[in-house]
């Protein structure tokens, strides 16, 4: 299982400005390791957040995205206590979810 993500959510105004920083590897399946043989692709495909379990925001990445990606994005009529769940699926079948109280 992958490290957990580190997320924070802070509101003002009714709008929450939700970071995430996710620990993942991220081959694209194109480098070589000493032997010179191919490194298999391991990547996020899909990234999923979810205000309250009412989803906001679906993404799909491909090898193109660095190690350890970091997402930012904003959330409207959210408020302070709010639960924001943030979940990703990579090419090989890991799952991941954590979430957050929105403060």
Do not use: C
């Amino acid at each position: 299982m992958a490290d957990p993500m580190k997320i924070r959510a802070t509101v003002r105004d009714g709008v929450a400005d939700v970071r995430v920083l996710m620990a993942h590897e991220m081959e694209t399946g194109q480098r070589k390791d000493a032997s010179g043989n191919l490194v298999p692709a391991w990547h996020i495909t899909e990234v999923t957040a979810a205000l309250n379990g009412t989803p906001v925001l679906k993404v799909q990445w491909g090898p193109a995205i660095s190690k350890n990606p970091y997402l930012s994005f904003k959330i409207k009529g959210a408020k302070a206590g709010d639960t924001i769940s943030v979940s990703w699926v990579d090419n090989k079948g890991d799952k991941r979810t954590d979430e957050v109280k929105a403060s």
